[in-house]
């Protein structure tokens, strides 16, 4: 199955989500309309896309449920303005949705969680309609470039 989660910067959220038993993490771009979109454009919000990954996995050992709760501890859903130091559009949440199985479980996720905090949560919650694959160097980033991911992950404030 696939599901597909914009988190901020991707390069950031790529790495937790393979810890779990997640087969394949892939970068690219969600939420556009303009077909084949680049980074330069998408990050220079120009195209209506965000930074989103595309996760591959199987529902006997991960479930929709323990996607969600990753989801969820790694992002400030609280910042309607992008993810700790990634400001603009591109880098604000979204959970585009294949069922409506996965819409009513994120739908519940997000207003349970405003309920209880009392704060408006920032996730869009969209239909799925496209993903474009980020340029190959954008792929596995953590894996290719250990030092400038650690760097950026303490930069952003992911990382205390």
Partial sequence: MKAYFAGGCFWCVTPIYKMYGV????????GGDEKNPTYEDVKAQ???HRETIMLEYDPK????????DIYFANVDPFDGEGQFIDK???????IYYNTEEEKLKS????????EESGKEVHIALEPFKSFYEAEEYHQD?????PEAFEKELIESGRKK
């Fill in 23 to 30: 087969d394949k993490v892939i970068c690219g771009y969600s």
């Fill in 46 to 48: 120009k195209t209506g």
């Fill in 61 to 68: 050992k991960v479930s929709y449920d323990k996607l969600l």
């Fill in 88 to 94: 603009g559009f591109s880098y604000t949440l979204a």
């Fill in 107 to 114: 739908y519940s996720r997000i207003k349970k969680l405003e």
């Fill in 141 to 145: 980033f953590y894996l290719k470039n």
